[in-house]
């Protein structure tokens, strides 16, 4: 078990690790082998399947072997780390926050996306609604994927709530609009906008180029009504007992594949990335704040 | 016309006529309070459907071949998962159906504790069992075995006691009658009449696991699960078609040589 | 030697199954009770390797009273006990051989037994047993494969690898028909002489009870109604084991028993 | 036969099984121990470090569940109503539609072969669709709500209760069909005298365990957006609230349960 | 009347059922088949409502060769021939009053037996029915509440109903005990005369068999080895219907049936 201050403060006491080969004084484990837990973002246009290309490379870098696991589910990646039998997450945003506050995660990375660290969430509307501002929102229906979703929909609610005044999220469910359809996907959402079973969707910048293919007039019929604030991206983190000095192997190797050209092309063919950046806690106190905001009064 | 004599109306008791009606009336009232529940719109759903059917269905039945590689992969490890996971629950259980089956404790204090056992476990969902063992034992498809193991477990203990409340007493009269001690009895008359159907149910359940632990991917406990959400929130139904394609096509294999193999032993 | 005295039995739910029993069976006799169903026969019989357990009197089997006996001393009886059923009691789904050898359990060794492991006199003996009853070319056969006249004969088999003192048969004839009845009735007949086992069975056929019996008991709701020798047996007796005579009863709703 | 009898005559005592039976049986057990070796160390072949705190871990985690948090019961009985709801429905509908499929696909109803093998055929691609993917595929044509959930479990349930069915209907005791049969009635007359009241309490049984089954399966379907209290379960532990979890699968419990007892009850009454 | 004119039946896998059997029944008669297991009789006797299918020659029944009948006059032959099983046949679970209402089904509309909807004239006749065999007290049991037979007695009841010019019975005894036995032939004896239903019954007992009927048949490997009334029965047609003295054989290993 890994209580949480205990592994911070005093690292070295329970070092569990076989390994003795390393000697320096540096605190926390080197295992022998490394697991690295994937879960991609739904929160963006094509979702990867396979961390293989990834961890193969880490682990020649890194002269220790990688293993590499992708889940769909951040619950089973944050107990995993906790527990230590996975050092390395690749985790979305919210499910970093999670992991930070249970099992003392730390952010080393982020990816980096159009350039930026950082995505936002938008407002779809139908273009021929006559709907021109958050205002207009006010009695509509509106479209979100999943409750537990950063952009679909904690972030567009929390600035609605602080925009129109509203205390909880039930409030403004109930109070501000006049219905909500929970979708499941932001593709759904927008369907549903598209479809005339809400007015009002808030997705991913921009869920519509997902949709482009089988539904060609969706960039015509669907217009942006707004953003929200931005929101960092996916993280990459360690669990806090690992080795500092492995932890700086670790970010070395991966910002070394932004100067690689050929990991650039695998970066962005399988995971939509441009490069990796350094990132640190605090680039997701914003997340965490709306976490807080949300956790105890989410609607059951 | 010929005269007859009718029976006598059957006598039925006021309580039995007033079971009767109240048994009808807590059904119907089960019924209105489900249709009032549910409300489906179907014009939107045939909408829907008719918006979709041509984006999906075509789409199912013309797999996207370049991932066979893949997807074999995943099947195989679902399979190898699901044998794994069901042969220990086939073995766990058996202690548990035992316990639970009435003429063998000839105890309604211990069968009544066996059938809660079998019951709680059976209530907890397979994808937070799945959760636990990857703590325990990492995500990889070692977790899923130990999930599928324990989520089995409930089921085949309660169909596996059942088994044992059948068998044919006699036999067992027919030992104790030569002598023979309680454990020679086990042995002797009991096991050789309930090993056919602890197989056929061991072997339907190896069935429903694969099918289970396809969920278990989700998780990173292995298998074809992560495939499928993965087609599903990509909309790519090609490959969609494909997993569906792979899954009946190793259930069936299985079925075939499970049938056999039944046939075989019993 | 088999002494029932004063022994009667009352199930749980009331009901008499036997009373005021008082009978003496010599070693050697073959001895059949005869009566309507439910008149109490079977009861009888499981007395006396103690598959029910009277509730009055005493009970001596070979001197000793049994009724006294707990699991021990009661593995002990019935090894020296056989038993043979109406619907022959096989494990339908075990072979002949494993189903003659069952008779045996008694004699080995729980490890032993469990692990298959018998000795080669004991296998010797199911196959000694199965060539005299006339059916040891189904060996290896599933029970379940053999005609009841068969698996009939098994079952005698398997009490003879028991090398009983006393041989017990609770209508081992009632699901068979009448050619292979007597068939069965003969080897039980043919082992109570060669081997002078005493041998007691029940049967609903007086007829049948006549043509194999050395003596006869009759019973009727729990009491012992008869019991003499075959000769003693006349139209009378046959009044008293079924309440009445037959024929003229017939037709008037059958009152009591059907 | 003659082998094995000549066997037996040579050496005095035989062996208690033919050694045909033996070798065979011998093989099969190899096969599926192999298969079974083969299978742990294919799934532990990713496994990093022992079992060492394995237990330790889940415990830590277990205890995070605990103790579940009642007071929110209130609030999830009505999605726990909607996931009853749906379970009855698609139940409901299933056991309907059971009742041709499964005498067209028992074998001894159906003497015309074709029709025969293509239920079985039909019903068996039926069963080994898993629920996810149903879901998955019905929320894809029908979008997000009760309606794909209730059809997912509906074909689910079908698969399931044919098979069962049809098997009962083939372990029934023929002769009072044949009796009904000798005194003239026709095929209707037939099922419905003979068959009918011979298979009901087996019908009602497997009827309720589907029933069972659907709401445990209703966990599964949230995972896809199909409704019920899956969504919500699967909610509350992406916030992380496990204790609201625990309470959602202390609900389950107790409905799985009650819908046990029920069963139970049933089946006495009909037997 | 029914006659069998050179009538030969071969099943699917081979086995002769009938060879070469020519045979008339004449209206009101009461015949006895009897015969060793495997004889035929079943055979002999399903042929008559076509249960079976002859292979070879023509079956008159009333005059018409019911061999070319399809369903549609398969159902109203049937209908006027009434059939006894040895195990009853009846429903369990159901009670007497809607098994015997089953005698009714070839006479009533699908949909009305469907819905339960009898005719009032035809639960009358049902009732009538069970007073006849002396069981209408147990009219809303259900059948496996009653005994053996009591069973039989409700299947006769619906052979009753059903109004048939002809009754058969296959073994309708051999699942009772002896005076239960007697009790359910003389209810169809009495049917016989009372009604002039002519009843065509299979038994293994040629000592019931002489007791009941006004002509015996015996069989033996498909064919009619005997044929006459009850008074030409001697110990030679004994031998003659299976195929040796019993007794003498029983102990050879039982060659051929067991
Ligand atoms: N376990 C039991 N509990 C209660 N009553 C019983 C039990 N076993 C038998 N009886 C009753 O005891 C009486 C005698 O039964 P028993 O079985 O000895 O008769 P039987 O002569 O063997 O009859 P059958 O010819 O039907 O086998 C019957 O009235 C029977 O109902
Ligand atoms: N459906 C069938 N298919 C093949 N052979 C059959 C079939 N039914 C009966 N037989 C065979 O036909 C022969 C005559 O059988 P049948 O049932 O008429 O004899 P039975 O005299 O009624 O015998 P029992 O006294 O055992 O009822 C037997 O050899 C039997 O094995
Ligand atoms: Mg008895
Ligand atoms: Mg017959």
Same mark, same amino acid.
């Given at each position: 078990?890994?209580?949480?201050?205990?592994?911070?403060?005093?690292?070295? @006491?329970?070092?569990?690790?076989?390994?003795?080969?390393?000697?320096?004084?540096?605190? @926390?484990?080197?295992?022998?082998?490394?697991?690295?837990?994937?879960?991609?973002?739904?929160?963006?246009?094509?979702?990867?399947?396979?961390?293989?290309?990834?961890?193969?490379?880490?682990?020649?870098?890194?002269?220790?072997?990688?293993?590499?696991?992708?889940?769909?589910?951040?619950?089973?990646?944050?107990?995993?780390?906790?527990?230590?039998?996975?050092?390395?997450?690749?985790?979305?945003?919210?499910?970093?926050?999670?992991?930070?506050?249970?099992?003392?995660?730390?952010?080393?990375?982020?990816?980096?996306?159009?350039?930026? @660290?950082?995505?936002?969430?938008?407002?779809?509307?139908?273009?021929?609604?006559?709907?021109?501002?958050?205002?207009?929102?006010?009695?509509?229906?509106?479209?979100?994927?999943?409750?537990?979703?950063?952009?679909?929909?904690?972030?567009?609610?929390?600035?609605?709530?602080?925009?129109?005044?509203?205390?909880?999220?039930?409030?403004?469910?109930?109070?501000?609009?006049?219905?909500?359809?929970?979708?499941? @996907?932001?593709?759904?959402?927008?369907?549903?906008?598209?479809?005339?079973?809400?007015?009002?969707?808030?997705?991913?910048?921009?869920?519509?180029?997902?949709?482009?293919?089988?539904?060609?007039?969706?960039?015509?019929?669907?217009?942006?009504?707004?953003?929200?604030?931005?929101?960092?991206?996916?993280?990459?983190?360690?669990?806090?007992?690992?080795?500092?000095?492995?932890?700086?192997?670790?970010?070395?190797?991966?910002?070394?594949?932004?100067?690689?050209?050929?990991?650039?092309?695998?970066?962005?063919?399988?995971?939509?990335?441009?490069?990796?950046?350094?990132?640190?806690?605090?680039?997701?106190?914003?997340?965490?704040?709306?976490?807080?905001?949300?956790?105890?009064?989410?609607?059951? | 016309?010929?005269?007859?004599?009718?029976?006598?109306?059957?006598?039925?008791?006021?309580?039995?006529?007033?079971?009767?009606?109240?048994?009808?009336?807590?059904?119907?009232?089960?019924?209105?309070?489900?249709?009032?529940?549910?409300?489906?719109?179907?014009?939107?759903?045939?909408?829907?459907?008719?918006?979709?059917?041509?984006?999906?269905?075509?789409?199912?039945?013309?797999?996207?071949?370049?991932?066979?590689?893949?997807?074999?992969?995943?099947?195989?490890?679902?399979?190898?998962?699901?044998?794994?996971?069901?042969?220990?629950?086939?073995?766990?259980?058996?202690?548990?159906?035992?316990?639970?089956?009435?003429?063998?404790?000839?105890?309604?204090?211990?069968?009544?504790?066996?059938?809660?056992?079998?019951?709680?476990?059976?209530?907890?969902?397979?994808?937070?069992?799945?959760?636990?063992?990857?703590?325990?034992?990492?995500?990889?498809?070692?977790?899923?075995?130990?999930?599928?193991?324990?989520?089995?477990?409930?089921?085949?203990?309660?169909?596996?006691?059942?088994?044992?409340?059948?068998?044919?007493?006699?036999?067992?009269?027919?030992?104790?009658?030569?002598?023979?001690?309680?454990?020679?009895?086990?042995?002797?008359?009991?096991?050789?009449?309930?090993?056919?159907?602890?197989?056929?149910?061991?072997?339907?359940?190896?069935?429903?696991?694969?099918?289970?632990?396809?969920?278990?991917?989700?998780?990173?406990?292995?298998?074809?699960?992560?495939?499928?959400?993965?087609?599903?929130?990509?909309?790519?139904?090609?490959?969609?078609?494909?997993?569906?394609?792979?899954?009946?096509?190793?259930?069936?294999?299985?079925?075939?040589?499970?049938?056999?193999?039944?046939?075989?032993?019993? | 030697?088999?002494?029932?005295?004063?022994?009667?039995?009352?199930?749980?739910?009331?009901?008499?199954?036997?009373?005021?029993?008082?009978?003496?069976?010599?070693?050697?006799?073959?001895?059949?009770?005869?009566?309507?169903?439910?008149?109490?026969?079977?009861?009888?019989?499981?007395?006396?390797?103690?598959?029910?357990?009277?509730?009055?009197?005493?009970?001596?089997?070979?001197?000793?009273?049994?009724?006294?006996?707990?699991?021990?001393?009661?593995?002990?009886?019935?090894?020296?006990?056989?038993?043979?059923?109406?619907?022959?009691?096989?494990?339908?789904?075990?072979?002949?051989?494993?189903?003659?050898?069952?008779?045996?359990?008694?004699?080995?060794?729980?490890?032993?037994?469990?692990?298959?492991?018998?000795?080669?006199?004991?296998?010797?003996?199911?196959?000694?047993?199965?060539?005299?009853?006339?059916?040891?070319?189904?060996?290896?056969?599933?029970?379940?494969?053999?005609?009841?006249?068969?698996?009939?004969?098994?079952?005698?088999?398997?009490?003879?690898?028991?090398?009983?003192?006393?041989?017990?048969?609770?209508?081992?004839?009632?699901?068979?028909?009448?050619?292979?009845?007597?068939?069965?009735?003969?080897?039980?007949?043919?082992?109570?002489?060669?081997?002078?086992?005493?041998?007691?069975?029940?049967?609903?056929?007086?007829?049948?009870?006549?043509?194999?019996?050395?003596?006869?008991?009759?019973?009727?709701?729990?009491?012992?109604?008869?019991?003499?020798?075959?000769?003693?047996?006349?139209?009378?007796?046959?009044?008293?084991?079924?309440?009445?005579?037959?024929?003229?009863?017939?037709?008037?709703?059958?009152?009591?028993?059907? | 036969?003659?082998?094995?009898?000549?066997?037996?005559?040579?050496?005095?005592?035989?062996?208690?099984?033919?050694?045909?039976?033996?070798?065979?049986?011998?093989?099969?057990?190899?096969?599926?121990?192999?298969?079974?070796?083969?299978?742990?160390?294919?799934?532990?072949?990713?496994?990093?470090?022992?079992?060492?705190?394995?237990?330790?871990?889940?415990?830590?985690?277990?205890?995070?569940?605990?103790?579940?948090?009642?007071?929110?019961?209130?609030?999830?009985?009505?999605?726990?109503?909607?996931?009853?709801?749906?379970?009855?429905?698609?139940?409901?509908?299933?056991?309907?539609?059971?009742?041709?499929?499964?005498?067209?696909?028992?074998?001894?109803?159906?003497?015309?072969?074709?029709?025969?093998?293509?239920?079985?055929?039909?019903?068996?691609?039926?069963?080994?669709?898993?629920?996810?993917?149903?879901?998955?595929?019905?929320?894809?044509?029908?979008?997000?709500?009760?309606?794909?959930?209730?059809?997912?479990?509906?074909?689910?349930?079908?698969?399931?209760?044919?098979?069962?069915?049809? $098997?009962?209907?083939?372990?029934?005791?023929?002769?009072?069909? $044949?009796?009904?049969?000798?005194?003239?009635?026709?095929?209707?007359?037939?099922?419905?005298?003979?068959?009918?009241?011979?298979?009901?309490?087996?019908?009602?049984?497997?009827?309720?365990?589907?029933? $069972?089954?659907?709401?445990?399966?209703?966990?599964?379907?949230?995972?896809?957006?199909?409704?019920?209290?899956?969504?919500?379960?699967?909610?509350?532990?992406?916030?992380?609230?496990?204790?609201?979890?625990?309470?959602?699968?202390?609900?389950?419990?107790?409905?799985?349960?009650?819908?046990?007892?029920?069963?139970?009850?049933?089946? $006495?009454?009909?037997?």
């Amino acid at each position: 078990g890994s209580s949480d201050d205990s592994d911070s403060s005093n690292a070295e @006491g329970d070092n569990s690790s076989e390994s003795s080969e390393d000697s320096n004084e540096s605190s @926390g484990d080197t295992p022998d082998t490394l697991v690295m837990g994937f879960v991609p973002s739904q929160d963006s246009d094509t979702i990867a399947d396979t961390v293989e290309p990834l961890a193969d490379r880490l682990g020649e870098e890194l002269g220790i072997e990688v293993k590499g696991q992708v889940m769909t589910n951040y619950n089973a990646l944050v107990e995993a780390m906790g527990a230590n039998q996975v050092q390395i997450g690749f985790i979305p945003a919210f499910g970093y926050v999670l992991a930070n506050e249970q099992y003392d995660v730390e952010v080393i990375l982020k990816s980096i996306r159009y350039g930026s @660290g950082t995505y936002k969430a938008q407002y779809l509307v139908r273009s021929d609604s006559g709907i021109e501002s958050l205002a207009d929102l006010e009695g509509k229906v509106w479209a979100y994927g999943d409750k537990s979703s950063t952009s679909g929909y904690l972030f567009p609610a929390s600035q609605l709530m602080k925009e129109f005044d509203y205390a909880s999220a039930p409030e403004l469910e109930s109070g501000f609009f006049s219905g909500t359809v929970q979708s499941g @996907g932001h593709d759904n959402s927008a369907l549903a906008v598209y479809n005339g079973e809400a007015d009002v969707a808030t997705t991913f910048d921009d869920v519509r180029t997902e949709l482009e293919e089988e539904y060609p007039d969706v960039m015509d019929k669907l217009t942006v009504l707004g953003y929200t604030d931005e929101i960092p991206n996916d993280t990459i983190s360690v669990t806090r007992n690992l080795d500092d000095e492995l932890v700086q192997k670790i970010k070395d190797a991966f910002m070394s594949f932004n100067d690689d050209e050929e990991m650039i092309k695998i970066m962005n063919d399988v995971y939509n990335w441009d490069g990796i950046d350094e990132a640190s806690d605090e680039e997701y106190e914003v997340v965490k704040e709306t976490y807080q905001e949300f956790k105890d009064n989410i609607e059951l | 016309m010929k005269s007859y004599t009718l029976p006598p109306k059957p006598e039925k008791s006021l309580f039995k006529k007033l079971k009767a009606i109240l048994i009808v009336v807590i059904l119907a009232a089960i019924y209105v309070w489900t249709f009032l529940g549910i409300d489906i719109d179907w014009a939107r759903a045939i909408d829907r459907i008719a918006n979709n059917f041509a984006r999906v269905i075509p789409n199912l039945f013309s797999p996207d071949w370049s991932a066979t590689a893949d997807v074999s992969l995943s099947i195989l490890e679902t399979v190898l998962i699901a044998f794994a996971g069901s042969l220990m629950a086939a073995i766990l259980a058996i202690p548990l159906g035992f316990l639970a089956a009435q003429n063998m404790t000839g105890s309604r204090i211990l069968t009544t504790i066996g059938k809660w056992i079998l019951s709680a476990v059976r209530a907890f969902p397979d994808i937070i069992l799945a959760i636990l063992f990857v703590v325990a034992v990492g995500p990889n498809a070692f977790a899923g075995v130990l999930a599928i193991a324990i989520g089995s477990t409930g089921m085949l203990g309660k169909l596996y006691s059942e088994v044992i409340e059948s068998i044919d007493m006699k036999v067992v009269e027919a030992m104790e009658a030569n002598g023979a001690n309680k454990i020679q009895i086990l042995f002797y008359a009991v096991i050789p009449q309930i090993i056919p159907e602890f197989l056929s149910y061991a072997i339907y359940r190896f069935e429903v696991d694969i099918r289970a632990s396809s969920i278990l991917g989700i998780v990173g406990a292995g298998g074809i699960g992560t495939m499928i959400i993965f087609a599903a929130n990509n909309r790519n139904w090609n490959e969609m078609g494909l997993i569906l394609l792979a899954i009946i096509i190793v259930v069936t294999i299985i079925d075939f040589i499970s049938a056999r193999i039944r046939r075989k032993i019993v | 030697m088999i002494q029932f005295k004063d022994v009667g039995l009352v199930y749980p739910n009331g009901t008499e199954g036997l009373k005021n029993v008082n009978v003496t069976i010599n070693d050697g006799e073959f001895v059949v009770i005869v009566g309507l169903s439910g008149a109490g026969k079977s009861t009888f019989i499981r007395s006396i390797n103690r598959l029910v357990t009277p509730t009055k009197g005493s009970l001596l089997v070979d001197n000793e009273d049994i009724l006294s006996y707990r699991s021990g001393e009661l593995r002990k009886l019935r090894t020296k006990v056989g038993m043979i059923f109406q619907n022959y009691n096989l494990v339908k789904r075990s072979n002949v051989l494993k189903n003659v050898l069952a008779g045996r359990l008694g004699h080995t060794g729980t490890l032993r037994s469990i692990l298959n492991l018998y000795k080669k006199e004991d296998v010797g003996l199911a196959y000694e047993s199965l060539q005299r009853v006339n059916i040891s070319e189904k060996i290896y056969n599933r029970a379940d494969e053999l005609s009841g006249g068969q698996q009939q004969r098994v079952s005698i088999a398997r009490v003879l690898t028991q090398k009983p003192g006393y041989i017990l048969a609770d209508e081992p004839v009632a699901s068979l028909d009448p050619p292979t009845s007597h068939q069965v009735m003969s080897y039980l007949k043919k082992i109570n002489k060669e081997d002078n086992i005493t041998t007691i069975v029940n049967l609903h056929f007086i007829d049948m009870a006549m043509e194999y019996a050395d003596r006869i008991i009759g019973m009727r709701a729990g009491e012992v109604v008869f019991d003499g020798p075959v000769s003693e047996v006349n139209e009378k007796t046959f009044e008293e084991i079924y309440g009445r005579s037959i024929r003229e009863d017939d037709l008037r709703g059958g009152a009591d028993e059907s | 036969m003659t082998n094995q009898s000549k066997d037996v005559v040579k050496g005095k005592t035989p062996s208690l099984y033919p050694v045909k039976t033996k070798a065979q049986v011998s093989i099969i057990f190899i096969v599926i121990l192999g298969f079974y070796f083969f299978s742990m160390f294919w799934t532990q072949r990713e496994m990093v470090g022992g079992f060492g705190d394995s237990l330790g871990n889940m415990f830590t985690v277990i205890g995070k569940f605990f103790p579940p948090n009642l007071s929110v019961i209130p609030a999830i009985l009505e999605p726990m109503a909607q996931t009853i709801q749906m379970a009855i429905v698609a139940t409901t509908c299933a056991a309907i539609l059971t009742v041709p499929l499964a005498l067209m696909s028992a074998q001894n109803i159906t003497t015309f072969k074709p029709l025969y093998y293509a239920t079985r055929t039909l019903m068996n691609i039926l069963r080994t669709i898993p629920d996810l993917v149903l879901a998955v595929i019905f929320v894809g044509l029908f979008g997000i709500g009760v309606l794909p959930g209730i059809l997912a479990l509906f074909i689910f349930s079908l698969g399931i209760l044919a098979k069962l069915i049809s $098997e009962t209907i083939e372990s029934v005791d023929m002769n009072p069909l $044949e009796a009904m049969r000798a005194s003239g009635g026709n095929v209707f007359q037939v099922i419905f005298f003979g068959l009918v009241p011979q298979v009901l309490p087996q019908f009602t049984s497997f009827v309720l365990y589907v029933f $069972e089954i659907n709401i445990r399966a209703s966990v599964v379907l949230g995972l896809v957006g199909a409704g019920g209290i899956g969504l919500v379960l699967n909610q509350q532990l992406g916030f992380y609230n496990y204790q609201n979890a625990m309470a959602i699968i202390v609900l389950i419990f107790v409905v799985v349960i009650v819908i046990e007892y029920i069963s139970n009850k049933l089946r $006495e009454a009909l037997i």
